[in-house]
Antibody, heavy 119, light 112 residues
Framework: EVQLVQSGAEVKKPGESLKISCKGS????????IGWVRQMPGKGLEWMGI????????RYSPSFQGQVTISADKSISTAYLQWSSLKASDTAMYYC????????????WGQGTLVTVSS | DVVMTQSPLSLPVTLGQPASISCRSS???????????LNWFQQRPGQSPRRLIY???NRDSGVPDRFSGSGSGTDFTLKISRVEAEDVGVYYC?????????FGPGTKVDIK
């Protein structure tokens, strides 16, 4: 059974750093892209970027380029989304997704990680 | 960037009746490989989204056959043949053809 299991909810202060994770299981982790999708409170879905764990090819939506870093450790089948300096506007639910290709989104979703940034 | 629009944004429906959601893209979604990468997602209250339809009209495994997708080029439709209570939620179209991929604003479906 394909599963994407994300790390737990986080509460952080503005300016702090954060790295959240997404562990894939039940399939060949290095053969599928992993993407990240943001959902701000009460809002819609926003596609952030993807990584191909097989070769670490990473692509960002222009809206998120430079704002976050996507990475992966294929030895433990885990992808990451990180911030170096959080802002209150980063408060959102973040979902990881599996993609069969860079054009084919998103057949499996994680349960989401809620990130709250507040002073 | 490609802009996705949906209508209506709110759709009150009667149980057992059909429902239809329209999605339009600002550019043709036909990719260079001949495929059209238009997906539909359902997000039930408090849940992660799930994909219902991929490449315009292909239902994902486990998706009831009352859901169907159609369309071409820039105009697409998701239809529910007979709405059930479990269909309440927000429905998003999403294009993967052009960079960056983009979701529509969502259509909230609830029961009258």
């Amino acid at each position: 059974e394909v599963q994407l299991v994300q790390s737990g909810a986080e509460v952080k202060k503005p300016g702090e750093s954060l790295k959240i994770s997404c562990k894939g299981s039940g399939y060949s982790f290095t053969s599928y892209w992993i993407g990240w999708v943001r959902q701000m409170p009460g809002k819609g879905l926003e596609w952030m970027g993807i990584i191909y764990p097989g070769d670490s090819d990473t692509r960002y939506s222009p809206s998120f380029q430079g704002q976050v870093t996507i990475s992966a450790d294929k030895s433990i089948s885990t992808a990451y989304l990180q911030w170096s300096s959080l802002k209150a506007s980063d408060t959102a639910m973040y979902y990881c997704v599996r993609q069969g290709s860079s054009t084919s989104c998103c057949d499996y979703w994680g349960q989401g990680t809620l990130v709250t940034v507040s002073s | 960037d490609v802009v996705m629009t949906q209508s209506p944004l709110s759709l009150p429906v009667t149980l057992g009746q059909p429902a239809s959601i329209s999605c339009r893209s600002s550019q043709s979604l036909v990719y260079s490989d001949g495929n059209t990468y238009l997906n539909w997602f359902q997000q039930r209250p408090g849940q992660s989204p799930r994909r219902l339809i991929y490449k315009v009209s292909n239902r994902d495994s486990g998706v009831p056959d009352r859901f169907s997708g159609s369309g071409s080029g820039t105009d697409f439709t998701l239809k529910i043949s007979r709405v059930e209570a479990e269909d309440v939620g927000v429905y998003y179209c999403m294009q993967g053809t052009h960079w960056p991929p983009a979701f529509g604003p969502g259509t909230k479906v609830d029961i009258k």
